[in-house]
């Protein structure tokens, strides 16, 4: 098997593993396969949370992933690797000094681990109609959308998915225009602090 069918069975796996633990995630799969779409054609990007950004990103870029940028936070920061036909991959850590230590990530990580996806974003054309389709499903949202109306990147996480009582996974909603392609550090912020204020 080479490292193209590997990694395809990589995502898949992690996605699956996803959507097996979020209900947002398998209400969207079941309207999309209904109209047989199916969810892998509509991902943006999948997310990881880790401790170690590159070390976890190894098994990725040993299959063909690479480094695309790093994103800075207050008390976080992320890495993006691409690889064309796949989604891009968000991995994201608190800093290991005193800027980490207000960080969600490392509580997270300790309950739930690093081989699980933490979100996958859907690329949608229009987002508010995404989130009044799936509000009609019983599906809720954090906050409100992330990003200017007609900007080039727009975004809303649904409310986190609870597992023991703590915060899991999140679905989240990705608009983008004019083929932008990247990430806005003040929009993931934004994104990241509307789940933590529940």
């Given amino acids: 098997m080479d490292n193209k069918a590997r990694l395809e069975r990589l995502v898949d796996h992690l996605t699956q593993d996803y959507i097996s633990r979020n209900r947002a995630a ?15 054609p509509v991902v943006d990007h999948i997310t990881i949370r880790t401790k170690r950004i590159d070390s976890r990103a190894e098994e990725f870029v040993q299959l063909g992933y690479t480094y695309s940028d790093t994103l800075e936070y207050g008390d976080w920061f992320a890495k993006v690797y691409r690889v064309p036909g796949f989604p891009a991959l968000f991995v994201d850590q608190a800093y290991e000094d005193a800027r980490g230590a207000t960080s969600v990530i490392p509580g997270w990580v300790e309950k739930f681990g690093d081989q699980t996806l933490h979100h996958v974003a859907i690329l949608v054309e229009d987002i508010e109609r995404a989130i009044y389709r799936l509000q009609q499903q019983g599906v809720k949202f954090a906050g409100s959308i992330v990003g200017e109306k007609g900007g080039v990147l727009r975004q809303i996480f649904s409310l986190p998915e609870q597992v023991n009582g703590a915060p899991f996974s999140v679905l989240e909603l990705t608009e983008r225009h004019a083929g932008y392609q990247g990430f806005s550090p003040p929009q993931a912020d934004a994104l990241m602090q509307s789940t933590v204020k529940i």
């Avoid at 398998?26 to 892998?40: M, N, S």
């Fill in 26 to 40: 398998q209400g969207l799969r079941a309207v999309l396969e209904e109209t047989g779409v199916g969810l892998k």
